[in-house]
């Protein structure tokens, strides 16, 4: 749906939403008994509103389309995917608070393992410590030097941190240097238009500082750029729908997608538990609530289907004190399917249930793939549609036309 | 899905996709059975792919929309038939191997029988076999001349031929001259844009010719021409989604339409045992198949209920062959409806059924219309998605976005 549209429906109430996103929900089935991970997790709670409420599968992007982590979360968020589109770099300098200025061009770089050919071993540097990344940090943010170029290195977490070049007439269009494979040397920078030549020759005697001073620091030796990109000018959550919006995410990333939004970004903590506790503090606040939860892709992107099925037991466990909390829509689903089958994202469909007073509850008496086919949303609801239902569930659309 | 959106995120592969398109399957009931001709057609193997893949029914143009065969197999091969539209002329041209300049105007003709008062009371001339046909060709091309126009007469096949003016300034913006109903006189060539009326002149001059040169071969003794066109510059298969794909159609338009998109045309028989003969011959050779079955359609149009269930069956034998080649993904529906009943073409969904390693499979367990229904494709599916849903499960997609 366009914003267009939906923008002048938009009325005020007191009513609150909460979309609470699984990553990576969807599945595939991996045993014997040919269930998947959403379809194995004991859910009562989840089980208990999709009796009560609707049910169906999503698509976020369109058939055949595997999302990314932004693409999936902005279609969740009522932003259509093909056209509002973010690079890496801007999701992770957003998602660890960094102020940028119009005009900075960021990227997303991991730490990496190169041998002594120049070629990539390990693209994530055996996965170092944050503590570790923040040390290397330091030691590049010291050394580096560009003309004419002003150069943040900020540690994001783990192996990632956040490169912002900012500086007169830069550009964002220049190519990944992570060439997204081991057995590779990385990349040059490379410009895809003409203008950012002189930004990729920056890029370039940036990466050749990089590897002098990481020489000695294996597995660290050498970084990967990806995602070179500038800040995009959205709509607000506020501007778009009419709705105060929070988000509750122990990731960088995914409050980096909030904050291109408007949302406000809530402190919290890693475990679910601590985030529903952040939910809880700060319901007054807020009259829509983005709740995110890591780890069910993070164990399906491991291949791990039974640490996944843990997870959305776990979060199973914490719709009481959800639904305590006397919610006028519940919006539950994921921003992707990452079945541990393929330790990737997916371009399956995502289960999805929606509750509310206001449903005309469908036949769904679970929360799984295969059951969701059959509710009244559909197999292949599109994602973006999602937040206006909602919106209307909680009374929040005035009717369209006389 | 629109081409520019995939393009960027198509990647190599050795994945092989086969696309088995058996020409107007969806039906109607028509005996007391109340069962369609695919739902009566014992189809184990059929049937065992839909209970390990996903199924649906598709829409080829909308709902509501009765597609010809060139919507309803573009929209197979991805190509959004709306956007993408052809004329039949260039479609009998391109099926016969004829090679067309720049500039040609193209027709597909109808050998027909005209009586004493110039009316129409056969549209196929008792369907006249393909070798009368090459005899009347050769009469019409010894005979005509049109002022400073090229005119190429070839035999498709029975009773249809194809018409190519080859001149300076022509234009193919001119009405079907076949009112395609019996009880009417041809029609008068008239262009629908003024920068056709010389073309349309040239027409009616040939039109003239014609009549009076066949005056005494009843049947055949006049001519209906339809779908007067140039030919198209379309982006190829491998353009559009990376594969390397091949065409094996008994019938010459299918052939044409493949032709059109780039798609390499194989030599085969006429009988579905020798389509697949060719199909496991070629198997190494290409990474995308496109394999036509023709009399489902047929029989559907001679409303030849038993006769398009035995094609339906005999095709499913096929399926064991076709596995055994090994095929990473398979795709099986047809181009549009052709319900013995209705003897035409029609506006009904079309069964689908898509099978890979990679599926999540539905509740489907037979391959049929009403079955289909309750697949994870939904029963409107959009034809033009079927290509990206099945490039993904060949893992020839990239993921969309950061």
């Given amino acids: 749906m366009e914003l267009a549209f939906i923008k002048p429906l938009i009325k005020q109430s007191d009513s ?7 990553d990576g929900l969807g599945g595939l089935p991996l045993n014997s008994s040919g269930l998947t991970e959403l379809e194995t997790a004991k859910t009562p709670h989840l089980d208990q509103l ?31 995917p093909k056209k509002y589109t973010v690079g890496r770099g801007i999701l992770s300098a957003n998602g660890i608070g960094f102020p940028l200025k119009p005009g900075d061009v960021t990227a997303r ?15 994530r540097a055996g996965r170092i410590p944050s503590e570790k990344n923040k040390e290397l940090c330091d030691l590049l943010r010291n050394n580096i030097s560009l003309p004419g170029v002003e150069v943040f290195i900020e540690t994001e977490k783990e192996y990632r941190f956040v490169l912002v070049l900012r500086g007169e007439g830069l550009s964002a269009e220049i190519h990944d240097t992570d060439p997204q494979e081991v057995g590779k040397k990385p990349l040059q920078a490379s410009a895809f238009a003409e203008q950012a030549n002189r930004t990729a020759d920056i890029v370039n005697e940036f990466l050749s500082q990089v590897q002098s001073i990481l020489h000695n620091h294996h597995p660290a030796n050498m ?17 778009s729908f009419g709705v105060h919006a929070a988000a509750i995410a122990a990731y960088p990333m995914y409050r980096g997608l909030a904050g291109l939004l408007g949302m406000d970004i ?29 780890k069910t892709d993070s164990s399906g992107e491991d291949g791990n289907f039974d640490k996944k099925v843990e997870i959305i037991e776990q979060v199973d466990q914490m719709i009481p004190l959800l639904r305590d909390l006397n919610p006028d829509v519940i919006l539950v689903t994921g921003d992707h399917s990452t079945p541990a089958l393929h330790k990737a994202h997916s371009w399956h469909p995502v289960p999805v249930l929606l509750w509310s007073k206001q449903c005309r509850p469908d036949a769904v008496k679970e929360f799984g793939e295969r059951a969701c086919i059959t509710g009244v949303l559909g197999p292949r609801f599109p994602a973006e549609d999602l937040l206006p239902l909602a919106l209307a569930n909680a009374e929040r659309l005035e009717k369209f036309g006389a």
């Fill in 266 to 294: 809530i402190q919290t903590g890693e475990t679910i538990q601590e985030e529903f506790d952040t939910l809880k503090q700060q319901w007054d606040t807020y009259d829509f609530f983005y709740v995110h939860i890591k």
């Fill in 109 to 123: 770089g991991n730490f990496c393992t190169i041998d002594e050919n120049g070629v990539i071993s390990d693209r």
């Fill in 16 to 22: 609150k939403i909460v979309l609470l996103v699984m």
């Fill in 50 to 80: 999709a009796k009560e409420g609707i049910c169906g599968l999503q698509l976020p992007v369109g058939s055949g389309i595997t999302p990314g982590s932004g693409p999936g979360h902005l279609a969740l968020f009522g932003y259509n």
């Fill in 223 to 239: 970084v990967l750029l990806r995602g070179f990109s500038t800040k995009p000018d959205w709509p607000t959550m506020k501007e």
